[in-house]
């Protein structure tokens, strides 16, 4: 139960396919965020979770992009008929809970490639 | 919706000189975050500031939250190439649903020069 863990660590696709992206929180941190951080750039709010809720789903950038949390631990991010534009690292982190007063613990990300 | 603003984009400095980032949030924060992110690696958090006006200090790192609670800063004193990163602050959401939405900023990317 070291820190946030993410899988894969890469992922390379092609353009057109489905994608899924991996969470696992830190164990007892009821609060999960996804971010996107593309080359160079900052920390792009995807969507939050308190429990297996979603309060705040606004950063998500399509319709194309989903997720979802069960058991209050593990989540899954897809990406539906890739982008090249969806090319970024994909951040996940949790915190102890979600009003906004509890430091975020990182995972490694994602890189993910769309050829 | 909240925008957390912060500069300078990029910062180059010789190893020994002082180095300040600026966050400045369109609304009051009930508290503001900084994180610090290597190169090639994940964001780390550094410290929480909760307080109108607080200073807390960090060996050479010296973070302040302002009296109005929507600015805040990081200054290094004498900075080392271990300093090297970009530097985010991050503040909470104005309320509702948004409340543990954690806004960054663009971050502020430092080099420092042997």
């Known amino acids: 139960g070291a820190g946030v863990s993410q899988s894969p660590s890469n992922k390379v696709t092609e353009k057109g396919k489905d994608v899924e992206l991996r969470c696992d929180p830190i164990?007892?941190?009821?609060?999960l965020y996804w971010y996107r951080q593309s080359l160079g750039q900052g920390l792009e709010f995807l969507i939050y979770f308190q429990g297996n809720s979603a309060p705040d789903k606004s950063g998500l950038p399509s319709d194309r992009f989903s997720a979802e949390r069960t058991g209050g631990s593990v989540s899954t991010l897809t990406i539906q008929r890739t982008q090249q534009e969806d090319s970024a690292v994909y951040l996940c982190?949790?915190?102890?809970?979600?009003?906004?007063?509890?430091?975020?613990?990182f995972g490694n990300g994602t890189r993910l490639t769309v050829t | 919706g909240q925008q957390v603003m912060q500069i300078p984009q990029y910062q180059h400095v010789q190893e020994g000189e002082d180095f300040t980032t600026y966050c400045n949030s369109s609304?009051?924060?009930?508290?503001i975050q900084w994180y610090k992110q290597r190169p090639g690696g994940h964001p780390v958090f550094l410290i929480q500031l909760v307080k109108s006006g607080e200073v807390k200090k960090q060996k050479r790192l010296t973070f302040q939250f302002g009296e109005a609670k929507k600015n805040s800063s990081l200054h290094i004193t004498a900075t080392q190439t271990t300093d090297v990163g970009t530097y985010f602050c991050a503040g909470p959401g104005a309320g509702g649903t948004s409340y543990g939405k954690l806004t960054f900023g663009q971050g502020t990317i430092l080099t420092v020069h042997p």
């Open positions: 164990s007892g941190h009821t609060a």
């Open positions: 609304t009051t924060l009930s508290n």
């Open positions: 982190a949790s915190s102890l809970d979600s009003t906004g007063n509890s430091p975020l613990h």
